[in-house]
């Protein structure tokens, strides 16, 4: 499974644009921000918009777990999106269920 760089998304038939991988939604609000970026004469690259708008879609906080399994938090990640909710809460529910 290949997953959308800017909201986490299965992709098929997505697009790649400045080394991101895109779906066919956000491609287009990527490229509307690049596009506008050079009409402005900004420096502006496609990857980097791509993972702010995965950031403010998928709750990123300041909570920080050092040493943690690549693909265990690929799967936390890809889990959340799945179920519709943030990473953390995806956390306060695993850890409520552990101390439970």
């Given at each position: 499974?290949?997953?959308c ?20 939604s ?30 403010a879609?998928n709750?990123?906080?300041?909570c ?37």
């Amino acid at each position: 499974m290949r997953l959308c760089d800017a909201c986490g998304t299965d992709v098929k038939g997505g697009f790649g644009i400045g080394g991101a991988l895109l779906c066919r939604s956000c491609a287009v609000d990527v490229r509307a921000e690049l596009d506008a970026g050079h009409a402005a004469g900004k420096s502006v690259n496609a990857m980097g918009i791509a993972k702010r708008m995965f950031r403010a879609d998928n709750d990123t906080s300041d909570c920080k777990i050092r040493d943690m399994p690549q693909g265990l938090w690929d799967q936390a990640k890809h889990r959340a999106i799945t179920d519709g909710i943030s990473l953390r809460d995806l956390v306060i529910i695993a850890l409520s269920k552990y101390l439970g």
